[in-house]
Protein backbone atom coordinates (compact mmCIF):
# COMPACT_ATOMS: atom_id res chain seq x y z
CA UNK A 1 0.00 0.00 0.00
CA UNK A 2 1.30 3.70 -0.98
CA UNK A 3 1.36 5.97 2.04
CA UNK A 4 0.52 9.61 1.27
CA UNK A 5 3.01 11.24 1.80
CA UNK A 6 6.79 9.68 2.71
CA UNK A 7 9.42 11.76 4.18
CA UNK A 8 11.81 9.43 2.16
CA UNK A 9 10.24 9.99 -1.13
CA UNK A 10 10.05 13.98 -0.49
CA UNK A 11 14.15 13.63 0.36
CA UNK A 12 14.50 11.70 -2.97
CA UNK A 13 12.78 14.65 -5.06
CA UNK A 14 14.73 17.55 -3.04
CA UNK A 15 18.43 15.41 -3.50
CA UNK A 16 17.38 15.64 -7.32
CA UNK A 17 16.84 18.78 -7.36
CA UNK A 18 19.93 20.04 -5.60
CA UNK A 19 22.33 17.53 -7.57
CA UNK A 20 20.68 19.23 -10.80
CA UNK A 21 21.02 22.46 -9.50
CA UNK A 22 24.56 21.58 -8.30
CA UNK A 23 25.37 20.39 -12.27
CA UNK A 24 24.08 23.85 -13.86
CA UNK A 25 26.91 25.97 -12.18
CA UNK A 26 26.20 29.01 -14.08
CA UNK A 27 22.71 29.38 -12.48
CA UNK A 28 23.70 28.54 -9.03
CA UNK A 29 26.46 31.51 -9.39
CA UNK A 30 23.80 33.61 -10.73
CA UNK A 31 21.36 32.82 -7.63
CA UNK A 32 24.72 32.92 -5.02
CA UNK A 33 26.12 36.04 -7.01
CA UNK A 34 23.22 38.36 -7.84
CA UNK A 35 22.15 39.17 -3.88
CA UNK A 36 25.45 39.83 -3.17
CA UNK A 37 25.81 41.99 -5.34
CA UNK A 38 22.63 43.94 -4.78
CA UNK A 39 23.85 43.89 -1.60
CA UNK A 40 27.04 45.18 -2.02
CA UNK A 41 25.48 47.71 -4.42
CA UNK A 42 22.54 49.39 -2.26
CA UNK A 43 24.51 49.14 1.01
CA UNK A 44 28.32 50.57 -0.16
CA UNK A 45 27.80 52.50 -3.60
CA UNK A 46 24.59 53.82 -3.41
CA UNK A 47 24.56 57.25 -1.86
CA UNK A 48 21.73 60.18 -2.90
CA UNK A 49 24.31 63.03 -0.77
CA UNK A 50 27.48 63.26 -2.87
CA UNK A 51 30.22 65.12 -1.40
CA UNK A 52 33.68 66.46 -2.88
CA UNK A 53 31.88 67.46 -5.93
CA UNK A 54 34.89 69.06 -7.99
CA UNK A 55 34.30 72.36 -8.20
CA UNK A 56 37.02 75.08 -10.52
CA UNK A 57 37.28 78.38 -9.08
CA UNK A 58 37.80 81.12 -11.85
CA UNK A 59 39.66 83.97 -10.30
CA UNK A 60 40.51 87.55 -11.13
CA UNK A 61 42.37 88.33 -7.68
CA UNK A 62 43.83 85.76 -5.09
CA UNK A 63 43.93 87.88 -1.72
CA UNK A 64 43.49 86.57 2.32
CA UNK A 65 39.73 87.09 2.05
CA UNK A 66 38.86 85.07 -1.03
CA UNK A 67 41.22 82.16 0.47
CA UNK A 68 39.38 82.08 2.98
CA UNK A 69 35.92 82.20 1.73
CA UNK A 70 37.23 79.17 -0.54
CA UNK A 71 38.55 77.35 2.19
CA UNK A 72 34.98 78.20 3.97
CA UNK A 73 33.16 76.37 0.81
CA UNK A 74 35.78 73.49 0.97
CA UNK A 75 34.77 72.93 4.78
CA UNK A 76 31.30 72.30 4.05
CA UNK A 77 33.03 68.95 2.55
CA UNK A 78 30.19 69.53 -0.48
CA UNK A 79 32.87 70.80 -2.75
CA UNK A 80 36.53 69.86 -3.80
CA UNK A 81 38.50 72.51 -5.91
CA UNK A 82 39.74 70.77 -8.41
CA UNK A 83 40.97 73.49 -10.94
CA UNK A 84 41.84 76.79 -10.87
CA UNK A 85 42.38 79.35 -13.83
CA UNK A 86 41.53 83.02 -14.61
CA UNK A 87 40.17 82.33 -18.22
CA UNK A 88 36.49 82.34 -18.48
CA UNK A 89 36.77 79.96 -21.90
CA UNK A 90 38.54 77.36 -19.65
CA UNK A 91 36.05 77.39 -16.59
CA UNK A 92 33.39 77.05 -19.90
CA UNK A 93 35.05 74.30 -21.14
CA UNK A 94 35.60 72.39 -17.40
CA UNK A 95 31.96 72.62 -16.85
CA UNK A 96 30.77 71.27 -20.37
CA UNK A 97 33.10 68.58 -20.40
CA UNK A 98 31.66 67.52 -16.57
CA UNK A 99 34.54 67.85 -15.55
CA UNK A 100 33.84 70.07 -12.56
CA UNK A 101 30.67 70.08 -11.05
CA UNK A 102 30.35 73.67 -10.23
CA UNK A 103 33.22 76.69 -11.45
CA UNK A 104 33.51 79.83 -8.72
CA UNK A 105 33.88 83.33 -10.03
CA UNK A 106 36.28 85.61 -8.55
CA UNK A 107 35.47 89.44 -9.78
CA UNK A 108 38.89 91.55 -10.01
CA UNK A 109 37.50 93.95 -7.46
CA UNK A 110 36.26 91.81 -5.10
CA UNK A 111 38.53 92.55 -2.10
CA UNK A 112 37.84 96.40 -2.77
CA UNK A 113 34.43 96.66 -2.80
CA UNK A 114 34.27 94.15 0.59
CA UNK A 115 36.69 96.51 2.84
CA UNK A 116 34.68 99.63 1.21
CA UNK A 117 31.33 97.95 2.69
CA UNK A 118 29.88 97.63 -0.83
CA UNK A 119 28.94 93.79 -0.13
CA UNK A 120 30.11 92.37 -3.40
CA UNK A 121 28.83 89.06 -4.99
CA UNK A 122 30.79 85.96 -6.17
CA UNK A 123 28.79 83.79 -8.80
CA UNK A 124 28.41 80.25 -8.38
CA UNK A 125 27.54 78.32 -11.64
CA UNK A 126 26.76 74.68 -11.59
CA UNK A 127 26.12 71.99 -13.74
CA UNK A 128 22.61 71.74 -13.26
CA UNK A 129 21.49 69.05 -15.62
CA UNK A 130 21.09 66.19 -12.51
CA UNK A 131 19.41 68.24 -10.19
CA UNK A 132 19.56 65.72 -7.49
CA UNK A 133 23.34 65.66 -7.59
CA UNK A 134 23.65 69.32 -6.64
CA UNK A 135 21.22 70.38 -4.80
CA UNK A 136 22.65 69.75 -1.54
CA UNK A 137 25.79 71.40 -2.52
CA UNK A 138 23.37 74.74 -3.48
CA UNK A 139 21.71 74.38 -0.14
CA UNK A 140 25.18 74.05 2.19
CA UNK A 141 26.79 76.81 0.33
CA UNK A 142 24.12 79.34 1.30
CA UNK A 143 25.33 79.67 4.69
CA UNK A 144 28.92 80.81 3.77
CA UNK A 145 28.47 84.00 3.58
CA UNK A 146 27.39 84.60 7.27
CA UNK A 147 30.22 82.24 8.69
CA UNK A 148 33.48 82.78 6.34
CA UNK A 149 34.98 86.14 7.15
CA UNK A 150 33.87 85.76 10.90
CA UNK A 151 37.88 85.68 11.49
CA UNK A 152 39.24 88.01 8.82
CA UNK A 153 36.62 91.00 9.45
CA UNK A 154 37.73 91.81 12.98
CA UNK A 155 39.10 94.77 14.77
CA UNK A 156 37.93 98.27 12.45
CA UNK A 157 36.85 96.02 10.15
CA UNK A 158 34.15 94.61 12.33
CA UNK A 159 31.79 96.82 11.27
CA UNK A 160 31.32 95.07 8.41
CA UNK A 161 29.82 92.29 9.53
CA UNK A 162 27.18 94.05 11.85
CA UNK A 163 24.15 94.32 9.40
CA UNK A 164 23.86 91.06 7.28
CA UNK A 165 26.77 88.85 5.56
CA UNK A 166 29.63 91.02 4.15
CA UNK A 167 29.25 89.70 0.59
CA UNK A 168 26.85 87.31 -1.59
CA UNK A 169 27.04 83.80 -3.37
CA UNK A 170 24.90 84.53 -6.36
CA UNK A 171 23.94 80.77 -7.95
CA UNK A 172 23.61 80.02 -11.57
CA UNK A 173 21.71 77.09 -12.33
CA UNK A 174 23.59 75.99 -16.08
CA UNK A 175 22.24 73.77 -18.82
CA UNK A 176 18.71 73.42 -16.71
CA UNK A 177 18.13 76.33 -14.84
CA UNK A 178 14.50 75.41 -13.35
CA UNK A 179 16.00 71.98 -12.15
CA UNK A 180 13.05 69.50 -14.44
CA UNK A 181 13.60 66.44 -13.87
CA UNK A 182 13.00 65.54 -16.83
CA UNK A 183 15.42 66.92 -18.44
CA UNK A 184 17.72 64.53 -17.14
CA UNK A 185 15.40 60.94 -17.10
CA UNK A 186 14.11 61.30 -20.00
CA UNK A 187 17.81 61.52 -22.49
CA UNK A 188 19.25 58.62 -19.61
CA UNK A 189 15.94 56.55 -20.60
CA UNK A 190 17.08 56.81 -24.15
CA UNK A 191 20.53 55.04 -23.39
CA UNK A 192 18.46 52.52 -20.56
CA UNK A 193 16.00 50.94 -22.70
CA UNK A 194 19.05 50.93 -25.33
CA UNK A 195 21.03 48.57 -22.95
CA UNK A 196 18.03 46.44 -21.91
CA UNK A 197 16.47 46.10 -25.38
CA UNK A 198 20.02 45.29 -27.47
CA UNK A 199 21.15 43.45 -24.70
CA UNK A 200 18.51 40.79 -23.84
CA UNK A 201 17.29 40.14 -28.17
CA UNK A 202 20.87 39.31 -29.36
CA UNK A 203 21.81 36.96 -26.67
CA UNK A 204 18.21 34.78 -26.70
CA UNK A 205 18.06 35.49 -30.77
CA UNK A 206 21.71 33.41 -30.90
CA UNK A 207 20.96 31.09 -27.67
CA UNK A 208 17.47 30.56 -29.30
CA UNK A 209 19.44 29.18 -32.75
CA UNK A 210 21.55 26.69 -30.00
CA UNK A 211 18.02 25.16 -28.60
CA UNK A 212 16.03 24.57 -31.56
CA UNK A 213 19.44 22.84 -33.37
CA UNK A 214 19.14 25.57 -36.37
CA UNK A 215 22.63 26.43 -35.61
CA UNK A 216 24.02 23.59 -37.58
CA UNK A 217 22.45 25.37 -40.50
CA UNK A 218 24.69 28.18 -39.69
CA UNK A 219 27.68 25.97 -39.36
CA UNK A 220 26.88 24.44 -42.62
CA UNK A 221 26.88 27.71 -44.74
CA UNK A 222 30.61 28.91 -45.89
CA UNK A 223 30.65 32.04 -43.65
CA UNK A 224 33.25 33.08 -40.89
CA UNK A 225 32.13 33.35 -37.38
CA UNK A 226 33.06 37.87 -37.89
CA UNK A 227 30.07 37.53 -40.72
CA UNK A 228 28.01 35.34 -38.68
CA UNK A 229 28.25 37.90 -35.96
CA UNK A 230 27.72 41.10 -38.45
CA UNK A 231 24.71 40.11 -39.97
CA UNK A 232 23.37 38.69 -36.62
CA UNK A 233 23.79 41.92 -35.30
CA UNK A 234 22.46 44.06 -38.29
CA UNK A 235 18.97 43.76 -37.68
CA UNK A 236 19.31 45.15 -34.45
CA UNK A 237 20.93 47.98 -34.91
CA UNK A 238 17.93 49.19 -36.97
CA UNK A 239 15.49 48.20 -34.12
CA UNK A 240 17.66 50.22 -32.25
CA UNK A 241 17.58 53.87 -34.49
CA UNK A 242 13.61 53.16 -34.46
CA UNK A 243 13.82 52.75 -30.32
CA UNK A 244 16.27 55.93 -30.65
CA UNK A 245 13.98 58.33 -32.80
CA UNK A 246 10.93 57.19 -30.66
CA UNK A 247 12.01 58.20 -27.64
CA UNK A 248 13.65 61.12 -28.76
CA UNK A 249 10.45 62.21 -30.76
CA UNK A 250 9.01 61.87 -27.25
CA UNK A 251 11.17 63.98 -25.42
CA UNK A 252 11.04 66.95 -27.62
CA UNK A 253 7.50 66.60 -28.00
CA UNK A 254 5.98 65.77 -24.82
CA UNK A 255 8.74 66.48 -22.32
CA UNK A 256 10.11 69.49 -24.39
CA UNK A 257 13.67 68.39 -23.65
CA UNK A 258 15.96 71.00 -25.48
CA UNK A 259 18.17 69.37 -28.21
CA UNK A 260 21.33 71.78 -28.65
CA UNK A 261 23.71 69.55 -30.09
CA UNK A 262 23.88 68.24 -33.35
CA UNK A 263 21.62 65.22 -35.05
CA UNK A 264 24.43 63.39 -36.55
CA UNK A 265 26.88 63.56 -33.70
CA UNK A 266 24.13 62.03 -31.85
CA UNK A 267 23.20 59.30 -34.39
CA UNK A 268 26.96 58.26 -34.46
CA UNK A 269 26.79 58.32 -30.57
CA UNK A 270 23.90 55.87 -30.73
CA UNK A 271 25.49 53.77 -33.26
CA UNK A 272 28.24 53.51 -31.52
CA UNK A 273 26.59 52.47 -28.01
CA UNK A 274 23.93 49.98 -29.63
CA UNK A 275 27.41 47.87 -31.26
CA UNK A 276 28.28 48.29 -27.79
CA UNK A 277 25.49 46.98 -26.01
CA UNK A 278 25.02 44.14 -29.23
CA UNK A 279 28.76 42.90 -28.45
CA UNK A 280 27.88 41.95 -24.88
CA UNK A 281 24.52 40.37 -26.31
CA UNK A 282 26.72 38.23 -28.20
CA UNK A 283 28.98 37.28 -25.54
CA UNK A 284 26.33 36.35 -23.22
CA UNK A 285 24.87 34.13 -25.49
CA UNK A 286 28.65 32.31 -26.46
CA UNK A 287 28.38 31.46 -22.85
CA UNK A 288 24.95 31.09 -21.87
CA UNK A 289 23.47 27.23 -22.77
CA UNK A 290 19.92 27.96 -22.74
CA UNK A 291 17.62 31.18 -22.96
CA UNK A 292 17.29 31.15 -18.78
CA UNK A 293 20.55 31.25 -18.61
CA UNK A 294 20.68 34.20 -20.80
CA UNK A 295 18.21 36.13 -19.52
CA UNK A 296 20.29 35.86 -16.23
CA UNK A 297 23.28 37.15 -17.58
CA UNK A 298 21.50 39.77 -19.07
CA UNK A 299 20.13 40.88 -16.12
CA UNK A 300 23.70 40.37 -14.01
CA UNK A 301 25.08 42.84 -16.64
CA UNK A 302 21.69 45.39 -16.54
CA UNK A 303 21.67 45.63 -12.65
CA UNK A 304 25.27 47.60 -12.32
CA UNK A 305 25.04 49.35 -15.24
CA UNK A 306 21.60 51.06 -14.06
CA UNK A 307 23.03 51.32 -10.48
CA UNK A 308 26.48 52.48 -11.25
CA UNK A 309 25.90 54.75 -14.54
CA UNK A 310 24.43 57.74 -12.46
CA UNK A 311 21.00 57.08 -13.89
CA UNK A 312 19.25 56.66 -10.53
CA UNK A 313 21.61 58.34 -8.30
CA UNK A 314 24.65 60.68 -8.54
CA UNK A 315 27.93 58.93 -9.82
CA UNK A 316 30.10 61.22 -7.77
CA UNK A 317 28.75 60.20 -4.44
CA UNK A 318 29.47 56.77 -4.88
CA UNK A 319 32.88 55.66 -3.51
CA UNK A 320 35.92 55.11 -5.48
CA UNK A 321 35.50 51.28 -6.24
CA UNK A 322 32.26 51.77 -7.19
CA UNK A 323 33.24 54.42 -9.74
CA UNK A 324 35.89 53.03 -11.38
CA UNK A 325 33.28 49.93 -12.15
CA UNK A 326 31.18 52.66 -13.44
CA UNK A 327 33.35 53.88 -15.99
CA UNK A 328 34.04 50.51 -17.84
CA UNK A 329 30.60 50.62 -18.41
CA UNK A 330 29.26 51.74 -21.51
CA UNK A 331 25.95 53.64 -20.14
CA UNK A 332 28.07 55.50 -17.90
CA UNK A 333 29.65 57.67 -20.81
CA UNK A 334 26.98 57.50 -23.22
CA UNK A 335 24.82 59.08 -20.14
CA UNK A 336 27.34 61.89 -20.31
CA UNK A 337 27.42 61.99 -23.75
CA UNK A 338 23.63 62.16 -24.50
CA UNK A 339 22.89 64.67 -21.89
CA UNK A 340 26.28 66.84 -22.78
CA UNK A 341 24.00 66.86 -26.66
CA UNK A 342 20.69 67.61 -25.62
CA UNK A 343 21.36 70.05 -23.07
CA UNK A 344 24.52 71.84 -23.01
CA UNK A 345 24.91 71.52 -27.26
CA UNK A 346 28.38 69.88 -26.98
CA UNK A 347 30.28 69.29 -30.13
CA UNK A 348 32.57 66.86 -31.08
CA UNK A 349 35.82 67.82 -29.72
CA UNK A 350 34.06 67.40 -26.48
CA UNK A 351 32.31 64.62 -27.33
CA UNK A 352 34.55 62.38 -28.04
CA UNK A 353 35.95 62.19 -25.08
CA UNK A 354 32.55 60.40 -23.74
CA UNK A 355 32.46 58.38 -27.24
CA UNK A 356 36.44 57.16 -27.56
CA UNK A 357 35.71 54.72 -24.35
CA UNK A 358 32.34 53.36 -26.22
CA UNK A 359 34.80 52.68 -29.08
CA UNK A 360 37.11 50.43 -26.73
CA UNK A 361 34.67 48.76 -24.94
CA UNK A 362 33.07 47.36 -28.56
CA UNK A 363 36.72 46.50 -29.05
CA UNK A 364 37.18 44.32 -26.19
CA UNK A 365 33.90 42.59 -26.24
CA UNK A 366 33.78 42.10 -29.56
CA UNK A 367 37.11 40.20 -29.13
CA UNK A 368 35.89 38.29 -26.63
CA UNK A 369 32.99 37.44 -28.18
CA UNK A 370 35.01 36.29 -31.25
CA UNK A 371 37.04 34.07 -28.98
CA UNK A 372 34.04 32.40 -27.47
CA UNK A 373 32.22 31.63 -30.47
CA UNK A 374 35.14 29.84 -31.88
CA UNK A 375 34.81 27.60 -29.19
CA UNK A 376 31.20 27.25 -29.55
CA UNK A 377 32.00 25.86 -33.15
CA UNK A 378 34.63 24.11 -31.90
Do not use: C
Amino acid sequence: MVTLFSPIRLWAVVAKEFIQLRRDRLTFAMIIGIPLIQLALFGFAINSDPKELPMAVRSAESSAYTRSIIQAIVNTRYFNVTEITDSEQTANEILARGAAQFVINIPADFTRRLLRGERPSLLLEADATDPAATSNALAAIKQIPNTALAHDLNGPLASLQGKGAPFSIDIHRRYNPEGITQYNIVPGLMGVILTMTMIMMTSLAITREHERGTMENLLAMPVQPLEVMVGKITPYILIGYIQVLVILAAALWVFHVPMLGSALLLMLGVLLFILANLTVGITISSIARNQAQAMQMSFFFFMPSILLSGFMFPFRGMPQWAQIIGEALPLTHFLRFIRGLLLKGNEWTVAWEHLWPLLAFTAVMMAVGLRQYRRTLD
